[in-house]
């Protein structure tokens, strides 16, 4: 566990509330007086990434400082496994951070803890959003999550190995078929996992969704209620269950233990043939010296019309610091403040301007497959309260839908009658 904590030049965190809450006005105004706030945001940092996420809030926190002298910000940066744990805590004993950065906010909005975003942003940082990500903020109609970092997701092959198989290295699998004959080539060369189909608890709904939208379906409808068991869903399923996994495509360890960092970690070791991965991989893929190419999704007849985006969100509690609050997040999303996260941490810029600029620029070539996609993207049903629930159970049980003797049918109408009685509780509740 990794945590920091940086005073953007004011009191430390625990001070920093008490000082709020007697400088400024009800609304957050910065008239006549000083304002902190207090920011709880997710470590991004790697040793290859230049340094963890606090350096890079300390350098913005500065800056913008030096335009907004009156008001200061507390910034504490916690391990992913554990800062919504933390924002959670806070939120129970009274306490809550002004803004949050972390992976959902629905819990949060559902409970009425946070400023809708029309009352944070301005409107022309409200306009400059990949209207795709902006969307899955709303909780009923209205946004609450402000998308921080992007990602969308492509078919990885190891080119060096598709060429000692006989496979064209220019030449990724479109469609299902092509790519369970593309495994059954590597297999034969003698490549350890042709294809890595990580289903275990650490990702598995993510995995799962990439398969249901290259098939045709999804978890929610268009009018967002769940369907897990429809037809399209089992079918996927039931071709992975038979296909891949079947033949002995997905290596020795069954899908259903297999994590998402175990797969990238093989591919970068050059032992996985094709896997699903997002920008990220493509750094693994730089440090093992792996030849890698990316492809769009191959879907069941042909490339597949939707791949899945992830985000991180930002919010703001409503603790009477919103105009503070605002003219904070409205600095956070300055076309080159979005730009400089992201070329740190290989994510994908959410605002249309930094991703224009990304796809301007010539050392961003390898990542314009991803930004094209932005726009397109399909997202978890984040916006849903029931949603925490029903990730854990997909986590914990779709990867013996694939198992040689598993029930992909009745395990997901499992799924589903289970995602139904969260929703229902969700909406009571």
């Known amino acids: ?4 904590r940086f005073l953007g030049m004011s009191a430390g965190l625990a001070g920093a509330v008490g000082l709020s809450a007697t400088a400024c006005g ?35 926190i500065q800056r913008f400082r030096q335009q907004h002298p009156n008001i200061q910000v507390d910034v504490t940066v916690l391990g992913r496994e554990e800062v919504a744990t933390e924002v959670s805590r806070m939120v ?17 909005a559902a409970a009425g803890e946070l400023y809708p975003v029309r ?6 940082v409200q306009a400059d959003f990949v209207a795709a990500f902006a969307a899955a903020g709303e909780v009923r109609r209205t946004q609450y999550g402000i998308p921080f970092t992007a990602s969308t997701w492509r078919l990885f092959y190891n080119k060096g190995l598709f060429r000692d198989a006989g496979l064209d290295p220019e030449a990724p699998p479109e469609t299902w078929e092509e790519l369970a004959e ?31 939208l290259s098939g ?13 068991d429809s037809a399209p869903n089992i079918a996927a399923f039931t071709w992975l269950r038979d296909v891949l996994v079947g033949g ?16 990238f970690t093989a591919f970068a070791a050059g032992e996985v043939g094709m896997l699903n991965g997002q920008p990220a991989l493509l750094r693994l893929a730089d440090r093992g ?10 879907g069941k007849d042909g490339p597949s019309q939707h791949t899945m985006g992830v985000a991180d969100w930002i919010m703001g509690f409503d603790n009477g610091r919103r105009r503070a609050a605002g003219r904070f997040l409205d600095f956070v999303f300055q076309r080159h403040n979005v730009k400089l996260f992201a070329d740190r941490y290989e994510t994908l810029p959410v605002t249309l301007p930094a991703r224009e600029s990304m796809l301007e620029a010539i050392r961003h070539q390898r990542l314009t497959p991803f930004l094209q996609q932005l726009e397109r993207a399909s997202f978890y049903p984040v916006g849903k309260v029931s949603w925490a629930e029903v990730s854990l159970a997909l986590r914990q049980e779709i990867g013996a839908a694939v198992l040689p003797d598993g029930d992909p049918e009745a395990a997901l109408r499992s799924l589903q009658e289970r995602a139904e009685r969260a929703e229902k509780a969700a909406r009571e509740g």
């Open 1 to 4: 566990m990794r945590r920091r």
């Open 26 to 60: 009800a609304d957050g105004g910065t008239a006549g007086g000083e304002v902190t706030l207090t920011l709880v945001a997710t470590e991004y940092g790697t040793p290859d990434t230049g340094g963890g996420a606090e350096r890079y809030w300390l350098a913005l």
């Open 92 to 108: 129970r004993e009274g306490r809550a951070p002004d803004i949050a950065q972390l992976g959902s906010y629905a819990d949060f």
């Open 119 to 124: 009352e944070l942003l301005s409107i022309p």
């Open 182 to 212: 593309a495994a059954a080539a590597l297999k034969a060369a003698g490549v350890p996992v042709p294809y890595a189909l990580p289903l275990g608890p650490e990702e598995a709904h993510g995995e799962a969704l990439m398969w249901m």
């Open 216 to 228: 045709g379906g999804g978890l929610t409808d268009s009018s967002g209620s769940y369907v897990i």
């Open 248 to 263: 002995g495509l997905t290596g020795p360890r069954e899908p259903a233990v297999t994590g998402r960092r175990e797969a």
């Open 289 to 298: 010296k792996i030849d890698c190419g990316t492809a769009t999704l191959p």
